[in-house]
T-cell receptor, first 114, second 110 residues
Framework: EAGVVQSPRYKIIEKKQPVAFWCNPI?????LYWYLQNLGQGPELLIR????????DSQLPKDRFSAERLKGVDSTLKIQPAELGDSAVYLC????????????FGEGSWLTVV | SQQGEEDPQALSIQEGENATMNCSYK?????LQWYRQNSGRGLVHLIL?????REKHSGRLRVTLDTSKKSSSLLITASRAADTASYFC??????????FGAGTILRVKS
């Protein structure tokens, strides 16, 4: 069974440019998460979807970040415009069913803003 | 904001020794999960322990949970060089939303 798939794995962009990350969760997983991980830190939740509904986006900086999960499967996370401080790893994760289930992570998308 | 705090921040041991990492948290939880992250890679799930459990084992891994002290420990026995990684605890206080600590960097020297 394929795990959580993310692309691109690495991205280098200039500040003020837009960038988008794509995530394909594990088949059958209705819950999808985007986490941000800064160097030397643990991941922090940006947004959580239950199917196509964003049920927790309280930590998503909505002035420049947006996310969507139109058909309740794949998801994209966009930053526009990117700032130097956005350099980090963007991790997508998914889980199945109700609370208390294991959450599985992708390999992450490593963003460098120069 | 991060709820879990791992201790120590870094740990260096010889191959074959045991490694113990601790995690403390602030609020009540439904479950606590431990993850491993190799350099440049994503997080790999190790163990989930529920709030009504006190101890779980998986291979060379042993996790304990003390809800009265709001703490958990991860023990890796007979460590190997391949165990070198960062280890994170993450708490779920409801809604399957994990809050991670800053992690423990483990280095196993061969």
């Amino acid at each position: 069974e394929a795990g959580v798939v993310q692309s691109p794995r690495y991205k280098i962009i200039e500040k003020k440019q837009p960038v988008a990350f794509w995530c394909n969760p594990i088949s059958g997983h209705n819950t999808l998460y985007w986490y941000l991980q800064n160097l030397g830190q643990g991941p922090e939740l940006l947004i959580r979807y239950e199917n196509e509904e964003a049920v927790d986006d309280s930590q998503l900086p909505k002035d420049r970040f947006s996310a969507e999960r139109l058909k309740g499967v794949d998801s994209t996370l966009k930053i526009q415009p990117a700032e130097l401080g956005d350099s980090a790893v963007y991790l997508c994760a998914s889980s199945q069913g109700s609370a208390g289930n294991t959450i599985y992570f992708g390999e992450g998308s490593w963003l460098t803003v120069v | 904001s991060q709820q879990g705090e791992e201790d120590p921040q870094a740990l260096s041991i010889q191959e074959g020794e045991n490694a113990t990492m601790n995690c403390s948290y602030k609020t009540s939880i439904n479950n606590l999960q431990w993850y491993r992250q190799n350099s440049g890679r994503g997080l790999v799930h190790l163990i989930l322990i529920r709030s009504n459990e006190r101890e779980k084992h998986s291979g060379r891994l042993r996790v304990t949970l003390d809800t009265s002290k709001k703490s958990s420990s991860l023990l890796i026995t007979a460590s190997r060089a391949a165990d070198t990684a960062s280890y994170f605890c993450a708490t779920d206080s409801g809604g399957n939303k994990l809050v991670f600590g800053a992690g423990t960097i483990l280095r196993v020297k061969s």
